[in-house]
C-alpha cells in the first residue's frame, strides 16, 4: 500500500508526523478517510477519534475541533487539542463533560445550541471510548 506524509500540530507539540497508509478524519461535514493520493482539499475537524494506519496497526488520537489540509505533500492537521488514547485522563475528560453539562443553563441563543453541539460531540467520544475500552 501506498503512503504518505501526515503531521499533527497541535498548540503544546507535534503529536504525529512520519508516513502512513490511511487517516480516517473526524470532520465537521463528515467523517473522511485520506488515502495517498488523495484529492487536494481543506476541512473543519469536529471533536472526534482521529485513526491513524501504519503497517496495519491503527493509533487513536482525540482530536478537539481544527483544520485539515490535504495536498501533493501529505495530510496536516492543525488540531485544537490532540491528545492519544494512552495520555487521556479519562475521569478528568468526564468531569470536563459535566462543567459542560452544568454550564447550559447560563446559555442562550446560539451560544446555547454551539455549546449543546460540543457537549454532544464529547459524549460522543466518551462512548465510543467506553465501547473500545470493552473490544
Not at 476541512?43 to 493509533?59: F, H, M, S, W, Y
Not at 467506553?130 to 473490544?135: E, G, K, P, Q
Request: hydrophobic content about 40%.
Amino acid at each position: 500500500m501506498a503512503t504518505f506524509h501526515f503531521d499533527l500540530v497541535s498548540p503544546e507539540k507535534i503529536a504525529f508526523s512520519g508516513e502512513v497508509d490511511q487517516v480516517d478524519v473526524p470532520g465537521q461535514e463528515g467523517d473522511f478517510g485520506v488515502l495517498a493520493g488523495h484529492a487536494p482539499f481543506v476541512a473543519t475537524l469536529r471533536p472526534g477519534i482521529l485513526t491513524v494506519t501504519t503497517g496495519g496497526t491503527q493509533q487513536k488520537i482525540i482530536v478537539l475541533g481544527g483544520l485539515a489540509e490535504i495536498s501533493e505533500k501529505g495530510l496536516t492537521i492543525l488540531a485544537d487539542v490532540a491528545t492519544s488514547l494512552k495520555e487521556l485522563d479519562q475521569t478528568a475528560f468526564a468531569t470536563e463533560i459535566s462543567g459542560m453539562e452544568a454550564k447550559l443553563n447560563e446559555k442562550q441563543g446560539d451560544e446555547l445550541d454551539r455549546a449543546i453541539e460540543r457537549l454532544d460531540h464529547f459524549k460522543t467520544i466518551q462512548q465510543q471510548l467506553n465501547t473500545t475500552a470493552l473490544h
